[in-house]
């Protein structure tokens, strides 16, 4: 089944009800233009910009939010940021994870670890 390239390219409202923009995930300056021009009048659901496959799959879920990755064009630059206002290639965002935790699965190790200990914790409190 082929989808329509026009659904794929929706960027909705912060409610989701209403299609303010589109972005084909070519390149990231294009959508910041396009952020910019809706921000004008509406609130873009940030967390459901298009071409979400353009995150790389080891950045993904726990990096994706970590990092705050909002998109990440076709040649490697991403939108990131709490703001959502600065642009990173996805190889500065694997050198943060290998300098600060020696590398992106080890980063996601931690985490989870992180989040057994404090399943303990609570499972412990709760006796």
Known sequence: MKIDPAILNRILSADGDTVLGAW????????IRELDRIE???DANYAGLP???NI???LRYQVETDYYIWACDK?????VGETSTE???????RAHYQKKYGGVDRFKEVLRKEIEQ??????????
């Open 75 to 79: 040649s490697g630059l991403c939108l």
């Open 51 to 53: 071409h979400k496959k």
């Open 87 to 93: 642009v990173e290639p996805v190889d500065a965002i």
């Open 40 to 42: 004008e009048h509406a």
């Open 118 to 127: 404090r399943n303990t914790r609570l499972k412990m409190e709760k006796q």
């Open 24 to 31: 084909d995930g070519e390149s990231i300056h294009d959508l």
């Open 56 to 58: 790389p799959e080891d």
